[in-house]
């Protein structure tokens, strides 16, 4: 699903802010090609950073040393290959790359491995083995491509793990356990899933508020799938799902109770703790507990008359057709907004400390399948509210309440970097040793450039250009996801 990420600055000129060109290499993309696609990642084996950059006639890979130095560059025509965009990537143990290729239109997955050495490539062919089965998720984790996909009829997950050409299969079975709807009412797997898609959560990357609010999410960690389920506003139902021996492994952890019985929920998974939120319009209950035992780490509890002293940014409403957002005054209004959207709450570890964001985003009509030419695809009714509310905190390594830090954090300099500058496209970021590397087309360069950011102030500037890092999920075009 493409989302427009909005970002409150303030209206003074932007610094370099903590910045340091890479990299850069001549790329003659044309302006109207919709082939245009670049992937910039790392071969966490070698430290190698890898570039894939396409266009409707050619694929350029360019990899450079951990270094930062380009030491191997291949451009080869995409034959067979027309029509098809990149999926995912995976590294090979001899360092080289393979790229997996399909079209929205095919069940087909085409795998290309590429030898830059001998600057030759190979082409295989994958097919699900049914023809009704569709992809839930892509995942690329210790230099693995994973597929995980379901299949209409059936109350399954598959997931599939390509490693140095073969293709592992694991199957989940759901059958066995029992799901309840928002209504309490027992539902299958397969509806829950139909009336919910599955949402991808990576834990390196800052997650939007949008995207932390759907009810159904999974997080990949350590060989396993971890698939959150907060559809019952009483429970989070969790499941384990080991990648290595295919067990099943279900858990629930209730949500505090609140005192009016109608509430809105949802959680957040993140290194062995789940993050909770509930609210409705008297109050608000935010807990931590431990993933393993469900035992409470935190709670924090606040009613529409009490001020949230945690929280370090304002109160932040914003409409669809607003260009910034307005503030709210209190806690009651906050609780009265956040009543009539989407629940969740997000949040990111830079290794210091935690910062999360805690709001509601448009609540959709529904989602449902159309199926056409044998291809089955989601379509969704429309927004019934397009307004999205949120505030921010922070937590230190012992859960506990602290004070925002003010100077910017990497991503903050990244993003304010992107809405300044026009003529930077096709952007990939992804984080390499202690910083992040933003990889980005410029169009009046015609240039790909791989730029560092830092956490901090950049030099000479003691106040923090960027009010907030703000990922609002504004005026939503659904796609397919």
């Known amino acids: 699903m493409k989302k427009l990420l909005l970002f409150l600055l303030v209206t003074y000129q932007s610094t370099l802010l903590s910045q340091t060109v890479l990299a850069s290499y001549p790329l003659d993309f044309k302006r109207y090609d919709q082939n245009n696609t670049i992937v910039n990642v790392e071969n966490k084996a070698t430290h190698d950073v890898f570039v894939f950059a396409t266009n409707t006639q050619n694929l350029t890979i360019l990899r450079y040393n951990s270094a930062l130095f380009l030491k191997d560059e291949f451009t080869v025509p995409r034959t067979n290959l027309e029509n098809k965009s990149i999926l995912g990537y995976s590294f090979s143990e001899d360092g080289n790359p393979t790229l997996y290729w399909a079209s929205e239109e095919s069940s087909e997955i085409f795998v290309a491995k590429y030898y830059l050495e001998t600057k030759t490539y190979k082409i295989l062919k994958f097919l699900f083995p049914s023809g009704s089965e569709y992809i839930v998720a892509k995942f690329q984790s210790n230099n693995l491509f ?88 009483k429970e989070t139902q969790l499941f384990d799902l080991n990648l290595d021996n295919q067990d099943v492994i279900e858990k629930k952890i209730a949500q505090s109770e609140i005192k009016t019985p109608r509430k809105l929920s949802n959680s957040f998974y993140h290194e062995k703790k789940l993050y909770q939120i509930n609210a409705n319009e008297d109050e608000l209950v935010f807990d931590i507990k431990n993933y393993d035992s469900g035992e409470l780490i935190k709670n924090a509890r606040v009613a529409k008359e009490d001020t949230i002293r945690f929280k370090t940014s304002p109160f932040l409403v914003q409409q669809g057709g607003e260009r910034k957002p307005r503030e709210l005054k209190n806690t009651k209004r906050f609780l009265q907004h ?134 609002f999920s504004k005026p939503f075009s659904f796609e397919k996801p």
Do not use: C
């Open 146 to 233: 994973y597929l995980l996909s379901k299949e209409l009829a059936s109350h399954t997950l598959t997931a599939y793990v390509f490693k140095n050409g073969i293709v592992e299969e694991r199957i989940f079975d759901f059958a066995a356990f029992t799901f309840q709807n928002k209504r309490g009412q027992s539902v299958s797997f397969s509806q829950l899933i139909k009336e919910n898609p599955i949402i991808k959560i990576d834990p390196e990357d800052y997650t939007p508020l949008d995207k932390a609010s759907k009810k159904s999410k999974i997080y990949l960690e350590d060989n396993h799938l971890i698939l959150t389920l907060d559809h019952n506003p």
């Open 338 to 471: 956040l009543a009539a959207l989407e629940i969740g709450l997000s949040l990111y570890n830079n290794g210091t400390s935690t910062s999360m964001t805690l709001g509601g985003t448009p609540r959709v009509g529904g989602a449902y399948y159309t199926v056409m030419n044998d291809t089955f695809t989601w379509d969704y009714l429309p927004v019934v509210n397009d307004e999205t509310v949120f505030f921010e905190t922070a937590l230190n390594q012992n859960s506990e309440f602290i004070a925002k830090d003010p100077a910017p954090m990497a991503l903050d300099n990244l993003y304010y970097f992107l809405n300044n500058s026009r003529k930077a496209i096709l952007e990939n970021i992804f984080r390499f040793d202690d910083y992040y590397i933003l990889g980005y087309y410029d169009t009046a360069l015609k240039q790909y450039q791989m730029r560092k950011f830092i956490d901090g102030f950049p030099e000479n500037e003691t106040q923090n250009p960027i009010i907030d890092k703000a990922v």
